[in-house]
């Protein structure tokens, strides 16, 4: 979960039986050495590291000064001056400079969201004897990533929390619930389905397997766990009345991904047609975000988290993992 966590969330996760995931999409890559490095000296066990495979757009300057414009009046609510907003490159794809990192590591399990990296880089993760899972929003996405030749598919439902991994179509009208589709995915391809969304505690992770899956990718649940870095205003908004008001938006990053409705949402989205494409939006959005967070607001922060927040608590990441493989007997 980029953005929540690093390494002490992934170690705690892995050490108590699951698979711990290290998100690297937001990383430098001498962050990601670092965090790789930390999760070695933490555990022997297996662990996941995950990235973003998109591809980046070519900035439009037009709509980035819409978008600023619209943001216009929260900069002058805040005493920000829209010209010192600067470009920043948030997120960044999976590269042949990650995959070097990598390659000193061999990790057992990469994971991949949007799609997957071109067939070189793809290969190479392959050479080394990586597990490659990635996340299909839709039965066509699972068909397309099994020819691929990827080794598991993350079925993520509509109730996922973050962003929506759709990535053959920009139709959001295809999205469907993780029980609509995870047997749908099972019945079409012949690889392990995991399935990611909405589930909250072992009986859900029992269903999820009752339906074909080999496996569940839990996010949400974890967001409270004293191992993530999830922010103060995030865990006030995740453990209140808030969590019940979830939407997909794309006003913080351009992409489509499902948290807490604030202000930002309610008042320019959920949905914009004026955002930049993916992940150009965040730049203007992080000095509103920077400046409300610290007069203690989460109005203009991404709180992401999936449609079933009952499962988040503040316990150690090794119990809940515990818990919510009670029933599946994993
Ligand atoms: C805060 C947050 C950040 C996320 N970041 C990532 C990410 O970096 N990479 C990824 O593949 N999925 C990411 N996801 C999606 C999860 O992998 C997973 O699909 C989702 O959490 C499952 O649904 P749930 O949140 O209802 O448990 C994120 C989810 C959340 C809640």
């Known amino acids: ?8 969330l992934a170690v705690a996760v892995s050490e108590a039986g699951g698979l711990g995931s290290l998100p690297c999409a937001m990383l430098s890559l001498d962050a990601m050495r670092v965090a790789l490095d930390a999760i070695l000296a933490g555990t022997t066990r297996p662990f996941n590291v995950n990235f973003f495979c998109h ?40 590269s042949h400079e990650a995959a070097d990192v990598l390659a000193d590591i061999k990790p057992s399990v990469v994971s991949f969201h949007f799609g997957l990296p071109p067939a070189d880089l793809l290969q190479r993760v392959r050479s080394w004897g990586a597990k490659i899972l990635a996340s299909a929003t839709t039965v066509d996405e699972a068909r397309w990533l099994e020819a691929r030749g990827v080794d598991a598919i993350i079925a993520q439902g509509l109730e996922a ?5 759709i990535f053959l179509s920009e139709d959001l009208t295809t999205q469907v619930g993780t029980f609509a589709l995870v047997p749908q995915i099972v019945g079409a391809v012949r690889v392990p389905v995991v399935a990611a969304g909405g589930i909250a505690d072992a009986a859900g992770v029992a269903a999820a397997m009752a339906l074909g899956a080999a496996g569940a990718q839990i996010g949400t649940a974890y967001l409270l766990c004293p191992e993530a870095t999830t922010s103060a205003v995030h865990r006030a908004a995740l453990a209140g009345d808030a969590a ?15 948290g807490i409705v604030n202000r930002l949402v309610r008042e320019i989205g959920p949905i914009s047609g004026i955002a930049p494409q993916f992940p150009l939006a965040f730049a203007a959005v992080l ?8 007069l203690g607001t989460g109005d203009f922060s ?3 988290a999936g449609q079933n927040a009952s499962g988040c608590k503040e316990v150690p990441a090794a119990e809940l993992t515990r818990e919510l493989g009670q ?3 994993s």
């Open 244 to 258: 019940r008001h979830t939407a997909l938006t794309n006003v913080f990053t351009g992409r489509p991904a499902r």
């Open 1 to 8: 979960m980029a953005g929540v966590q690093g390494s002490t």
């Open 161 to 165: 929390g973050g962003h929506r991994g």
């Open 55 to 94: 591809t980046p757009p070519v900035p439009h300057l037009e709509r980035e000064w819409a978008w600023r414009n619209a943001l216009r009046p929260y900069y002058d609510e805040l005493g920000i001056d829209v010209g010192s907003v600067p470009p920043v490159d948030a997120r960044t794809p999976f």
């Open 287 to 294: 000095p509103l975000r920077a400046r409300a967070e610290a």
């Open 302 to 304: 991404p709180l992401w």
């Open 327 to 329: 029933r599946s007997g």
